[in-house]
């Protein structure tokens, strides 16, 4: 699967979708997505960023009119999200007593392979973190899906994210994506940025998220830290 592409343009997309709301890309009801309206106009504009924030939008669903708007969807893209996590890492390891620890390896300081694995576990965090909330009905993940086989023609990676949204919510299945602590520090990263920690629901989430990927609660107030820094 060719997933770093797709997951930096997702990730830098807010700012089209911010732009779009003086267009009348308005958030729907509470609980409900973008309507059909708005996301067609918010749709029309040409380029992968505009689709991009369309996808996003609906992973979103009336989030975008929270806090969060100014979140997740300004952060400036996959880059950002490696540093925010090295950041995190580097101020954790220092404050250890273990002596000298190796720099951290996030997805920032990768070769294209290896940043293309922590790709593909961010963006399963990006999903489930969507569904902390339990705002995706079947009717969502249908329009969800349908964005993301604009966003890209890749088959494999769109069969992957339709298994990915219609699983249930399970915090130790997307912690088994993770394979290194950086790329389980890069997960949580992530999850914070989408969701809503004063929601009872996501915040209840990220905790079970942060204990299946085997965060320490030291380091998990670090990443949060440094998530608070970047916004």
């Not at 890309?25 to 509470?30: E, I, T």
């Not at 220092?94 to 694995?117: F, H, I, M, V, W």
């Not at 219609?166 to 969701?195: F, G, H, I, Q, W």
Request: hydrophobic share 45%.
């Amino acid at each position: 699967m060719n997933t770093r592409g797709l997951l930096d343009q997702l990730l830098k997309s807010g700012q089209d979708l911010l732009q779009n709301k003086a267009t009348g890309a308005k958030p729907g009801k509470a609980g409900g997505l973008l309507d059909g309206a708005n996301l067609g106009s918010l749709l029309s504009g040409a380029g992968g960023g505009a689709l991009a924030a369309g996808a996003m939008g609906l992973l979103l669903g009336n989030k975008s009119a929270r806090k969060l708007g100014g979140k997740a969807l300004t952060y400036g893209g996959l880059a950002a999200l490696g540093v925010i996590a090295y950041k995190a890492y580097g101020n954790w390891q220092a404050n250890q007593s273990a002596g000298a620890a190796p720099e951290p390896q996030t997805l920032d300081r990768l070769p294209p392979a290896q940043a293309e694995l922590h790709s593909q576990a961010i963006l399963k965090a990006l999903v489930a973190a969507a569904k902390a909330d339990g705002h995706v009905d079947a009717r969502e993940r249908q329009l969800i899906e349908g964005e993301f086989v604009k966003l890209s023609n890749d088959a494999e990676l769109n069969r992957w994210l339709d298994l990915e949204l219609n699983k249930p919510l399970d915090p130790a299945d997307v912690a088994r994506a993770a394979s290194t602590p950086e790329m389980a520090a890069e997960m949580y990263v992530a999850s914070v940025l989408m969701v809503d920690e004063e929601h009872f629901m996501e915040r209840a989430y990220l905790d079970e998220l942060a204990k299946q990927l085997k965060i320490e609660p030291s380091l998990k107030v670090e990443l949060e830290s440094q998530v608070r820094q970047a916004l």
